[in-house]
């Protein structure tokens, strides 16, 4: 992601062994460089932050290897977590708090990524949004869900879709701006996994979009 990470911190465990504290990175840099440029922006400017320590990170091909080989079992079904970000931000009274971003995948059915009726109720007290992207795409004030088609060639009457999901905790931007960078930034991971799986041309996940009016 950007050009430079910062020398790691050193520290002493309670056996008097030296160890290193994880490097922090940018928002470019995050993740094995998984968002471009200007979507690491809105990462940014959603968490207020702009460097982050990786509490987990897996390497994009590798997790999308794991993935489609899972998809007809049911360890499938089971989220898997491709990264994880932390900061320190400061709290009401002084205090720290620890901010978090986590960015999964797994395979669903395509009957969970249709709208249901509590979506509607949601989307109509306006607790939702609703998003041109993939087969169904949504976010909140908490994170963001995306459904979309990803078929193998050797199973070409899967029934299976990919779902990713973006969680966040103690971010800055709120509100409907918040949604959007929210799905902005997920948009961009499962465009990374698409591509990776060979299925970016027909999983309707464009770099740019509109929420359903």
């Not at 971003?101 to 949601?122: G, L, M, P, Q």
């Amino acid at each position: 992601m950007c050009a430079m990470i910062t020398v790691a911190a050193i520290g002493c465990s309670d056996s008097g062994r030296s160890r290193e504290e994880p490097p922090h990175v940018s928002a470019s840099q995050a993740c094995g460089s998984l968002l471009p440029k200007e979507v690491a922006s809105k990462l940014e400017t959603l968490t207020g932050q702009t460097r982050f320590t990786e509490d987990n990170h897996a390497e994009i091909k590798r997790f999308t290897t794991g993935l489609r080989s899972a998809e007809l079992t049911p360890e499938g079904w089971q989220e898997r977590e491709l990264c994880r970000l932390v900061a320190e931000v400061a709290a009401a009274g002084g205090g720290k708090k620890r901010l978090i971003i986590s960015v999964s995948f797994s395979w669903s059915d395509t009957e969970v990524a249709k709208s249901h009726r509590e979506t509607n109720k949601k989307v109509s007290a306006g607790e939702l949004t609703l998003y041109q992207l993939g087969m169904r795409a949504e976010a909140d004030a908490d994170g963001a869900a995306l459904y979309f088609s990803c078929l193998e060639d050797d199973h070409p009457q899967s029934t299976n879709v990919l779902s990713g999901n973006l969680w966040t905790a103690n971010t800055k931007l709120t509100g409907q701006a918040g949604r959007n960078a929210r799905i902005t930034i997920l948009n961009a991971a499962a465009r990374k996994i698409a591509r990776q799986l060979d299925c970016l041309d027909t999983a309707n996940l464009p770099e740019t979009f509109h929420k359903v009016t």
